[in-house]
């Protein structure tokens, strides 16, 4: 089993619509957790940062860590077609030579 | 603010020479960087960690031989493909951090090794 587990998609919604993206992991001692977007030929830019469990929002972008599931979300209200990504689910555990564990990215695709 | 730079952002080379890429954090001091590969539609493959002034820590798989880490300061990190082969061929991304959890990434390097 991954210690991280994130479904590649692709996902495709019509503009507007809300996304749902998630990710499961097996490691109880994460307590970070990031969502990165990256764009074709692009690096990961960072959206989204949580710290234990609970829900952060920015603007579109809602994050949730349910740490009792062991299960993330990112949410995206009014997706629009420049939300056209792949987005990256990560998470560490903060301790002394930290390793941060990336998902495998789930591409979405907004149509106008 | 957190921006990080690579250089260059593309490279074509012939087999058995070697490239250097750097990678920068240009408004930040960068405690520890790290490079990672990644393939087409797939997601990042770490390569190695490495903190200014130290030897880089190689993940499990990675010849340190061949993949040359040099952290000279705490802006500035190079990672040099060396005797470059067909397979090397990859898109190459540094990411660098000052505190435990956020890495900020590069845009990245494509090498095509001919």
């Known amino acids: 089993q991954k210690e991280v587990e994130q479904d590649p998609g692709p996902l495709s919604v019509p503009e507007g619509a809300i996304v749902s993206l998630n990710c499961t992991y097996s490691?109880?001692?994460?307590?970070?957790f990031m969502w990165y977007r990256q764009y074709s030929r692009k690096g990961p830019e960072l959206l989204m940062y949580?710290?234990?469990?609970g829900n952060k929002e920015d603007g579109r972008f809602t994050a949730q860590v349910d740490k009792s599931s062991k299960y993330i979300s990112l949410f995206i209200r009014d997706s629009q077609p420049s939300d056209s990504a792949t987005y990256l689910c990560?998470?560490?555990?903060?301790?002394?030579?930290?390793?941060?564990?990336f998902g495998a990215g789930t591409r979405l695709f907004v149509k106008a | 603010g957190a921006v990080v730079s690579q250089h260059p952002s593309r490279v074509i080379c012939k087999s058995g020479t070697s490239v250097k890429i750097e990678c920068r954090s240009l408004?930040?001091?960068?405690?520890?960087m790290f490079w990672y590969r990644q393939f087409p539609k797939k997601s990042l493959m770490l390569m190695a960690t490495?903190?200014?002034?130290?030897?880089?820590?190689?993940e499990q798989g990675v010849e340190k031989d061949k993949f040359l880490i040099n952290h000279a300061s705490l802006t500035l990190s190079t990672l040099t493909v060396t005797s470059a082969h067909p397979e090397d061929s990859s898109f190459y991304i540094c990411?660098?951090?000052?505190?435990?959890?956020?890495?900020?990434f590069g845009p990245g390097t494509r090498l095509t090794v001919l």
């Open positions: 990411s660098a951090s000052y505190r435990n959890n956020e890495q900020f």
């Open positions: 490691n109880s001692a994460f307590q970070y």
């Open positions: 949580t710290y234990s469990s």
């Open positions: 990560a998470m560490n555990e903060n301790t002394g030579g930290f390793k941060t564990i």
């Open positions: 408004d930040f001091q960068a405690t520890t």
């Open positions: 490495s903190n200014e002034g130290s030897k880089a820590t190689y």
